[in-house]
């Protein structure tokens, strides 16, 4: 094999490597962009959300043994029950809402979540089996694991489901409705309060299946959420806040850049590369790679 | 300096003076010395918070760059700390410069994120830049400072120290939020687009707040390296960062005094719950420490959600609804006294209906 040959499977080896990341980040990403969309704020809990589906996950199939599909379902339900409750208890009693407080309070349910996970599953971090085989499949000389394949299925799966409910369902109707101007959406008769509650709910839901499909690759512990979050809400801002196809690709893209500087410059530095491209877009471009920045100027955040 | 800030003044500086005298337990006054560094940084984001309003995630990272900066200009360089601090403080102005301008020229939030992804950098680095920050293991051999050829080497003349330097840095806040600057503030505090039709330079005044904020936040870093002598990444990742978020939070955004009282109470905490816990055991809990996150995470939801002025304004309305109350039983019973006749005779007018 010449040297040429190497570094083309180096390559393909990161590039796995960055999209099975990437496509974690274009979650909770895209959890980002529905509470964002819907009331205007940044949910600095949605890291935890993937924390909470992890650790679930990890509850459900090697303490419970229960079989991997049913808890999967199951993972989800908590998850949607969490996004519920912090929504019920927490966003919709506010009386007179300001950016700044929902935003502390969003604070207040993470640092809340960590330390509850941090009781009840303690400090370790959780290994959990993979889907299937654990076997690294063999491709053109680099390997990829048969979990990364279920990671790109599921988010594809995820996207597919998202698209066909923003688009050909009433009730995803009625939540870009909101997004786009609330008091006209209340005026047509759209319930907004309830989509507030709507997109909670979804959020959670898919950041505890990013959790779920993480976990046996990178076992999961408490304080995982606040690293998850963050990276997530780089891809969320490098593809335009709100805009969540947007969100799709660049998670992908910051996975693979990531990777490829993990590879290519230094691994100990893995964690900054993701927000030092964040903070480079934040000040460059912030209203993102595939965002509008006429629309951006009309947005609250 | 008016009013009841001067009275405020007065407590803080007698409550310094006379608690070492109470306290000679060694390790709580330690304890009183870290609060009074949380002080320090609590300050500075609270005038980010509170009057800028804007949201810092990352406070964490100055005061890591405080830390740093004083610890390895004099352990490896052989600085003398105060240069060493005053490098430190100009390092952590200059980042937030660099931080602040393009995050606080957009409206609204950004610089939370900015600060947060920041501080997160700036923990990775600490941890991998083992040539220069000594990684994991840390710096060590940070000396003590000396002020006017006193070495700072005892608890006691630290503890006046420090909270020297807290009380000149609350004395430098209220100067600031009396100034033109402070009205500003309070203006676009309230309407960013109103406070720039009056001509005021909105993002170079939120640029300021934040530099200044993170010199406060560097300086109560310089202040805790030189005094445990000893500094690694640890109490500088994000959580300490919402840390002391919570304590401004808690204690009151729009309030100096406030973010003073949050940083005491929540810095004193741990003792507080640590001394807790041997009553709780006799009903039969377990309290262990670490169910602390969670106790500083519902004190600052119940806060948000039910007292969003925070507890010192929360504490000074009830005191003054107590006042009022006593004043207006007080005043009732008085009236009573002389025309309890005529608002008993009214009393029954209205009851049987008739009108006088």
Same mark, same amino acid.
């Given at each position: 094999m010449n040297p040429v040959d190497v570094n083309l499977i180096d390559i393909i080896q990161f590039l796995f490597m960055g999209i099975q990341r990437g496509c974690i980040y274009a979650m909770v990403a895209m959890g980002f962009n529905m509470i964002y969309n819907a009331t205007g704020i940044i949910n600095l809990a949605q890291g935890e959300f993937v924390v909470l589906g992890g650790l679930m996950m990890v509850t459900l199939t090697? $303490?419970?043994?229960?079989?991997v599909a049913l808890a999967f379902v199951f993972t989800v339900f908590f998850g949607v029950a969490a996004g519920i409750l912090m929504e019920r208890l927490t966003i919709n009693p506010v009386k007179q809402p300001t950016v700044l407080r929902l935003v502390i309070i969003t604070v207040a349910v993470s640092i809340i979540t960590k330390g509850g996970a941090m009781i009840f599953w303690g400090k370790g971090s959780h290994y959990m089996d993979h889907f299937s085989s654990a076997e690294p499949l063999d491709f053109h000389g680099a390997t990829i694991l048969p979990q990364t394949l279920w990671i790109i299925g599921i988010l594809l799966l995820v996207v597919v489901a998202y698209v066909f409910f923003f688009n050909f369902t009433m009730t995803g109707k009625c939540m870009r409705a909101c997004a786009i101007n609330r008091d006209a959406a209340r005026l047509a008769g759209i319930d907004d309060r309830k989509m507030v509650m709507l997109s909670f709910a979804l959020s959670a839901g898919i950041g505890a299946i990013a959790g779920i499909i993480i976990t046996p690759v990178?076992?999961?512990? +408490?304080?995982?959420?606040a690293m998850l979050g963050l990276k997530g809400f780089g891809a969320a801002v490098l593809g335009g806040l709100g805009n969540s196809t947007g969100a799709v690709a660049a998670g992908i893209l910051l996975g693979v850049l990531e990777a490829l500087g993990a590879g290519y410059i230094s691994s100990h530095y893995m964690d900054a590369i993701a927000l030092v491209i964040l903070l480079f877009v934040l000040f460059?471009?912030?209203?993102?790679? %595939? !965002?509008?920045s006429e629309a951006m100027r009309l947005k609250e955040f | 300096m008016r009013g009841k800030n001067s009275v405020g003044f007065i407590i803080l500086i007698l409550s310094v003076i006379v608690l070492p005298h109470i306290i000679t337990n060694d390790y709580y006054l330690g304890s009183l010395i870290f609060t009074g560094l949380n002080s320090l940084a609590c300050i500075g984001l609270c005038l980010l918070m !509170? +009057?800028?309003?804007q949201i810092s995630i990352g406070h964490g990272a100055f005061v890591a760059i405080g830390a740093y900066g004083a610890g390895i200009l004099t352990a490896n360089y052989g600085w003398s700390p105060w240069p060493a601090m005053g490098f430190s403080m100009l390092l952590a102005a200059f980042v937030a410069i660099i931080l602040g301008i393009p995050a606080l020229r957009l409206k609204g939030h950004y610089l939370a994120m900015a600060t947060l992804g920041f501080a997160s950098i700036v923990h990775v680095v600490t941890v991998a830049a083992v040539d220069v $920050? !000594?990684?994991?293991s840390g710096i060590v051999n940070i000396p003590r400072p000396n002020l006017f050829g006193y070495l700072l080497d005892t608890d006691t003349r630290y503890f006046y120290f420090v909270w020297a330097v807290v009380i000149i840095g609350v004395y430098c806040a209220f100067n600031l939020i009396d100034s033109r600057v402070g009205r500003g503030l309070r203006a676009l505090h309230g309407s960013e687009d109103a406070a720039a039709s009056l001509g005021i330079p909105v993002t170079w005044y939120k640029v300021q707040v934040f530099i200044l904020s993170a010199v406060y936040a560097s300086l109560s870093g310089s202040l805790y390296a030189c005094y445990v002598n000893y500094i690694d990444p !640890?109490? %500088?990742?994000v959580s300490y960062s919402v840390l002391l978020i919570t304590m401004v939070a808690v204690g009151g955004l729009h309030n100096i005094w406030g973010a003073l009282t949050g940083a005491v109470v929540l810095s004193l905490l741990p003792e507080f719950l640590s001394f807790i816990s041997d009553y709780l055991r006799l009903f039969g809990i377990r309290y262990q420490q670490d169910y602390n996150t969670l106790v500083y995470g519902m004190i600052l939801l119940f806060i948000m959600l039910f007292l969003p002025e925070g507890i010192f304004s929360g504490l000074r309305g009830g005191l003054a609804r107590v006042f009022a109350v006593f004043k207006k039983s007080g005043q009732a019973s008085l009236e009573g006294e002389f025309a309890g006749q005529s608002s008993a005779e009214k009393l029954l007018g209205s009851l049987s209906g008739h009108d006088q």
């Amino acid at each position: 094999m010449n040297p040429v040959d190497v570094n083309l499977i180096d390559i393909i080896q990161f590039l796995f490597m960055g999209i099975q990341r990437g496509c974690i980040y274009a979650m909770v990403a895209m959890g980002f962009n529905m509470i964002y969309n819907a009331t205007g704020i940044i949910n600095l809990a949605q890291g935890e959300f993937v924390v909470l589906g992890g650790l679930m996950m990890v509850t459900l199939t090697m $303490t419970l043994h229960l079989p991997v599909a049913l808890a999967f379902v199951f993972t989800v339900f908590f998850g949607v029950a969490a996004g519920i409750l912090m929504e019920r208890l927490t966003i919709n009693p506010v009386k007179q809402p300001t950016v700044l407080r929902l935003v502390i309070i969003t604070v207040a349910v993470s640092i809340i979540t960590k330390g509850g996970a941090m009781i009840f599953w303690g400090k370790g971090s959780h290994y959990m089996d993979h889907f299937s085989s654990a076997e690294p499949l063999d491709f053109h000389g680099a390997t990829i694991l048969p979990q990364t394949l279920w990671i790109i299925g599921i988010l594809l799966l995820v996207v597919v489901a998202y698209v066909f409910f923003f688009n050909f369902t009433m009730t995803g109707k009625c939540m870009r409705a909101c997004a786009i101007n609330r008091d006209a959406a209340r005026l047509a008769g759209i319930d907004d309060r309830k989509m507030v509650m709507l997109s909670f709910a979804l959020s959670a839901g898919i950041g505890a299946i990013a959790g779920i499909i993480i976990t046996p690759v990178i076992q999961i512990d +408490y304080a995982r959420g606040a690293m998850l979050g963050l990276k997530g809400f780089g891809a969320a801002v490098l593809g335009g806040l709100g805009n969540s196809t947007g969100a799709v690709a660049a998670g992908i893209l910051l996975g693979v850049l990531e990777a490829l500087g993990a590879g290519y410059i230094s691994s100990h530095y893995m964690d900054a590369i993701a927000l030092v491209i964040l903070l480079f877009v934040l000040f460059v471009r912030p209203s993102g790679i %595939f !965002g509008n920045s006429e629309a951006m100027r009309l947005k609250e955040f | 300096m008016r009013g009841k800030n001067s009275v405020g003044f007065i407590i803080l500086i007698l409550s310094v003076i006379v608690l070492p005298h109470i306290i000679t337990n060694d390790y709580y006054l330690g304890s009183l010395i870290f609060t009074g560094l949380n002080s320090l940084a609590c300050i500075g984001l609270c005038l980010l918070m !509170g +009057y800028a309003g804007q949201i810092s995630i990352g406070h964490g990272a100055f005061v890591a760059i405080g830390a740093y900066g004083a610890g390895i200009l004099t352990a490896n360089y052989g600085w003398s700390p105060w240069p060493a601090m005053g490098f430190s403080m100009l390092l952590a102005a200059f980042v937030a410069i660099i931080l602040g301008i393009p995050a606080l020229r957009l409206k609204g939030h950004y610089l939370a994120m900015a600060t947060l992804g920041f501080a997160s950098i700036v923990h990775v680095v600490t941890v991998a830049a083992v040539d220069v $920050t !000594g990684g994991p293991s840390g710096i060590v051999n940070i000396p003590r400072p000396n002020l006017f050829g006193y070495l700072l080497d005892t608890d006691t003349r630290y503890f006046y120290f420090v909270w020297a330097v807290v009380i000149i840095g609350v004395y430098c806040a209220f100067n600031l939020i009396d100034s033109r600057v402070g009205r500003g503030l309070r203006a676009l505090h309230g309407s960013e687009d109103a406070a720039a039709s009056l001509g005021i330079p909105v993002t170079w005044y939120k640029v300021q707040v934040f530099i200044l904020s993170a010199v406060y936040a560097s300086l109560s870093g310089s202040l805790y390296a030189c005094y445990v002598n000893y500094i690694d990444p !640890g109490p %500088f990742d994000v959580s300490y960062s919402v840390l002391l978020i919570t304590m401004v939070a808690v204690g009151g955004l729009h309030n100096i005094w406030g973010a003073l009282t949050g940083a005491v109470v929540l810095s004193l905490l741990p003792e507080f719950l640590s001394f807790i816990s041997d009553y709780l055991r006799l009903f039969g809990i377990r309290y262990q420490q670490d169910y602390n996150t969670l106790v500083y995470g519902m004190i600052l939801l119940f806060i948000m959600l039910f007292l969003p002025e925070g507890i010192f304004s929360g504490l000074r309305g009830g005191l003054a609804r107590v006042f009022a109350v006593f004043k207006k039983s007080g005043q009732a019973s008085l009236e009573g006294e002389f025309a309890g006749q005529s608002s008993a005779e009214k009393l029954l007018g209205s009851l049987s209906g008739h009108d006088q």
